[in-house]
């Protein structure tokens, strides 16, 4: 297990009573590894990428072209990238080394079902039920229609972002909770270019909500300075 979330976590199930020297080392502890030294946040990691394009040039909506089928045709892209990424590290994702679905800031992804309720569960179960859910939603011909003519449901915006919430998220926990073996697998230019062109491409098109972008405005800023 990597990410930065590991210390405070470690620092929350120690139940014994600590000696001086322990609360010395405890809190040396917490000021090595604060925001500021995430390995995702360092400059040598921060400014890797797999492409010099211009991210700019990708994400804007192409002159004459329809914005729902702009909206649609990356929204069906992101997917398949970032299923395919987080498929590749899903040995690392299992409920023992990730029993909440956490992000950034240590953020707790809870799933909603469809009766409305609330549910704590862990990240491969999380991010498998995210996955579905977007795979049925983007193979459904009443929401992203794929024949000539056809037009797009009321209410498709509010269902493309919250597909975009959810690819957000799906990142936003590797970044958190497998870092380290992004490292390890060389696979850190990927993440860095996936998660910039997703998050450049929903400030474009506004897509996600400020708050749900707020925990990690640290690693945005990282990758923009250093991109
Ligand atoms: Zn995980």
Redesign the pocket.
């Known amino acids: 297990m990597g990410g930065c979330h590991s210390y405070p976590s470690a620092t929350k199930v120690d139940t014994k009573t600590p000696q001086p020297s322990d609360i010395h080392s405890e809190k040396l502890g917490i000021n090595n590894n604060n925001q500021e030294e995430c390995p995702y946040l360092q400059r040598q990691n921060a400014c890797q990428r797999i492409t010099d394009a211009n991210m700019f040039a990708l994400i804007s909506l192409p002159p004459g072209m329809d914005k729902a089928e702009w909206l649609a045709s990356n929204t069906v892209a992101f997917f398949n990238h970032i299923n395919l990424f987080s498929s590749a590290l899903s040995e690392?994702?299992?409920p023992s080394?990730?029993p909440t679905a956490c992000g950034p800031g240590n953020m707790v992804y809870f799933w909603t079902d469809d009766h409305g309720r609330k549910l704590k569960c862990s990240?491969?179960l999380y991010f498998d039920y995210a996955m579905s859910y977007i795979q049925e939603l983007l193979t459904d011909e009443d929401v992203f229609p794929t024949k000539a003519g056809a037009t797009f449901p009321t209410g498709f915006i509010f269902l493309v972002q919250k597909v975009f919430l959810l690819l957000l998220r799906t990142l936003a926990?590797?970044y958190w909770?497998?870092y380290s073996e992004v490292l390890a697998l060389d696979m850190h230019p990927h993440l860095n270019t996936l998660f910039s062109h997703l998050t450049l491409f929903c400030q474009q098109h506004s897509l996600l909500e400020p708050e749900d972008m707020k925990p990690l405005q640290d690693l945005i800023n990282a990758l923009e300075r250093h991109g």
């Open positions: 690392f994702c299992t080394t990730c990240a491969p926990h590797i909770s497998h």
